[in-house]
């Protein structure tokens, strides 16, 4: 249930209501814009008595929040959320630029990637070092010592870094972190998103390779009703009977994201095609529906990259797909 209180509300009454929805037993969300203050309320919603809410001098008006997604529901936080993802504001009107290696490989591989990525304007640096393989031959990352060297690209860059975490047990590795990458195979990883809506870290939410919009909302939610609400979303592509391409790019999650959500969403399309070739028109595109952002792998050798080579742009690509994105999001923000 929402409700609105009318413009110009005092604190003190505000706080009253909000005491009282509490001694009923709800967990009140408080969104304070710019015009007026939303109460999200979350809870068995049919023991109050709305037309008591309703008539309430301080309410505006009282609705009911149908769908099960409520923390991250536009509904309850009606003005675009802007993570601070290592500094770094991602929604809201702010653009970001994300890239770098599938996995993190060696230091002059890591190093050179981050530096030819920077001078390309990038804002955040990928990299994995743990990776979910789908053969347990695969190189599947240097672990903590991938993390090691993402540390000192970003003491040699400035960028901060976004990486994966498979494994909740792993979680103190990734202390000084600044993005956490929950990948698509675990996006409905349960635990794993509990876990996560305790920790102080936006978390990057990739989306499944074959779930719904609303589940990836639900897993969302999983992260935020622990109390982090630094959540990005990531349309990385979906399986469908598409033949020539990795997975299919499902473009209209992104306005429809913005729809329903308050949450920044930004479009991998490395992942969403598989091939370097068709990176560019499909990150171009991506900006073009609205995203917050792209998250694009780069390699400085993709052919004898050990992971996701197929897909990754060189540094000169990469250059050269950031400015045609400059010039759309001109077009798109005009
Ligand atoms: C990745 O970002 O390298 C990755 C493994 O992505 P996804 O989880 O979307 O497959
Ligand atoms: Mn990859």
């Known amino acids: 249930m929402i409700v609105v209180l009318k413009p110009g509300t005092g604190a003190e009454k505000k706080e009253k209501l909000i005491q009282w929805l509490e001694h009923q037993g709800m967990r009140v969300h408080i969104s304070d814009g710019d015009y007026q203050t939303v109460l999200g309320i979350i ?20 609705s009911r929040v149908t769908e099960p997604f409520k923390c991250c529901n536009r ?12 500094g770094v504001p991602v929604g809201g009107g702010h653009f970001a630029m994300i890239a770098g290696p599938c996995s993190v490989e060696t230091e002059e591989q890591i190093l050179t990637v981050a530096k030819a990525v920077k001078a390309a304007g990038a804002d955040l640096l990928r990299g994995g070092a743990f990776k979910p393989r789908t053969s347990p031959y695969d190189f599947s990352g240097l672990k903590a010592r991938g993390l090691e060297l ?30 956490i990458q929950v990948g698509a195979r675990n996006m409905q990883n349960f635990d794993l998103l509990r876990e996560l809506g305790h920790c102080d870290k936006p978390i990057l939410l990739k989306r499944g390779l074959a779930n719904t919009l609303r589940e990836l909302l639900m897993s969302a939610e999983y992260i935020m009703a622990g109390g982090n609400e630094q959540v990005i979303l ?9 033949d ?55 390699h400085n050798d993709p052919i004898h990259a050990l992971c996701d080579g197929a897909q990754s742009l060189r540094p000169e690509e990469y250059a050269k797909l950031s400015e045609k994105v400059r010039q759309i999001r001109k077009v798109v923000t005009a």
């Open 43 to 62: 809870g068995d919603a049919s023991r109050l008595d709305l037309d008591l809410v309703e008539s309430l001098e301080i309410v505006d008006k009282v």
């Open 75 to 86: 509904k309850f936080h009606p003005e675009d959320m802007v993570v601070s993802a290592g």
């Open 150 to 179: 993402l540390r000192i690209a970003r003491a040699e860059t400035g960028l901060p870094i976004v990486t994966e975490l498979m494994d909740i047990r792993d979680l103190e590795l990734f202390s000084d972190v600044d993005v």
């Open 234 to 242: 990531c349309e990385r592509g979906i399986r469908t009977f598409a």
């Open 244 to 298: 020539y391409t990795r997975n299919t790019l499902d473009l209209s999650a992104v306005p429809v994201l913005h729809e329903l959500s308050h949450l920044p969403v930004i479009v991998d399309p490395s992942h969403a095609t598989g091939l370097s070739r068709l990176v560019p028109s499909m990150a171009m595109a991506g900006v073009a529906a609205g995203a917050d952002g792209l998250m694009i792998e780069v």
